[in-house]
């Protein structure tokens, strides 16, 4: 049965510090529920509904032109876009700045920037007109977060809400370092935030590109770390339709007979996005699994054309065999960066921490 993973229960790693969700994940089309105990939505809200209520209760967004919303602080920053990275993507659409603001009860909510891609989607929210007092130990958050995607249907998605807290996936500010005694930094110095949606979909029937997606946010609230006690809330909800562009540029690779290293595995295909990594491969199985101890070979990080080794590179994912017996197993990884497939010159994976690294150089 497919598990989802996190990378950090096996692996000796930085806190990646996501805002606190490490429950399991949700269906798409379900308000998520923060891990303190709020219950999830019983009935599907329909496209209908969510139109009705942008329009009748949320007021009415209202789209910047084009080219007027920047890079801001936030998905650059957490995902590591690269000046080179910027301009592998310069003439396609896997940078959006939508521009698209909702405004209630006197803040506003703007879909800034999107990034979009066939499994795999991050949507940036600009919170302005709240500032609320953040001590150590507290964190904004949502309490109600829905989303919904055309198509999606009852397939499998993933879907994690953040609030951006200054740090990139391996827990390091921009510059390198933790955060300035241990305290997230969730506020700009201009005094708004942002908050992060992002979505994976394993099925590789289902793309993100060109779908419209409707996300509703309620319950804007300060919460404690430890309990998940609202100290602060904001009423009001805040709901965006888009439609979402992307560019499917995957580098995809099969027919492969890569052998990792002595494990006894062999790679047999990769897909290759700016955004995640999906992999295929045959490996012994063994008798009974061990707690903590990947079955296989788990992905860990790759090697590209011009050397630069970015290891520990997996964020969220899972891993699984293909059925109840046999060889074949599987497994896709969002990362933590992006990247540009094109300069991908070889894989690396582990069995675990302090296992040797098996590093496999990628046909052209």
Not at 300 to 327: Q, S
Request: net charge negative.
């Amino acid at each position: 049965m497919r598990r989802e993973i996190d990378p950090e229960t096996f692996r000796a790693s930085v806190d990646r510090r996501l805002s606190g969700l490490r429950g399991d994940p949700w269906l798409a089309r379900r308000v998520i529920a923060s891990e303190e105990g709020a219950k999830p939505m019983k009935k599907k809200i329909s496209a209908a509904v969510l139109v009705t209520a942008i329009v009748l209760v949320l007021g009415l967004a209202t789209a910047v032109a084009a080219g007027v919303i920047g890079w801001q602080r936030g998905l650059e920053d957490r995902l590591q876009v690269t000046e080179d990275v910027k301009a592998a993507y310069q003439d396609t659409d896997l940078f959006e700045h939508p521009g698209l603001t909702v405004s209630h009860s006197g803040i506003d909510l703007t879909l800034e920037e999107c990034i979009v891609e066939p499994s795999a989607a991050y949507l940036a929210f600009r919170v302005k007109g709240w500032q609320p007092e953040l001590q150590p130990g507290t964190r904004p958050w949502f309490r109600d977060v829905t989303v919904d995607v055309e198509g999606l249907g009852d397939r499998y998605c993933y879907v994690e809400p953040l609030f951006f807290d200054g740090l990139d996936g391996w827990g390091m500010t921009a510059d390198g370092t933790g955060p300035e005694d241990g305290v997230p930094s969730y506020v700009n110095e201009d005094g708004d935030m942002v908050f992060i949606l992002h979505l994976r979909c394993d099925a590789e029937d289902f793309s993100f590109v060109g779908k419209e997606l409707r996300a509703r946010m309620a319950g804007l609230s300060v919460v404690a770390d430890g309990d998940g006690r609202t100290l602060a809330e904001a009423k009001g909800e805040w709901a965006f339709n888009w439609t979402m562009k992307g560019t499917g540029r995957h580098r995809t690779l099969a027919d492969l007979s890569l052998p990792l290293g002595d494990t006894g595995a062999v790679l047999t295909g990769a897909e290759l996005s700016p955004l995640y990594v999906r992999l295929t491969m045959t490996a012994p199985r063994p008798a009974a699994s061990v707690e903590g101890v990947p079955d296989a070979p788990w992905f860990r990080g790759l090697r590209l054309k011009d050397g630069t080794v970015l290891d520990m590179l997996a964020g969220r994912g899972w891993a699984d065999w293909a059925e109840e017996t046999g060889e074949d197993y599987r497994q896709m990884w969002t990362l933590h960066r992006i990247i540009d497939p094109a300069q991908v010159a070889a894989l690396r994976f582990d069995m675990g921490e302090g296992t040797e690294v098996t590093e496999v150089t990628l046909p052209e």
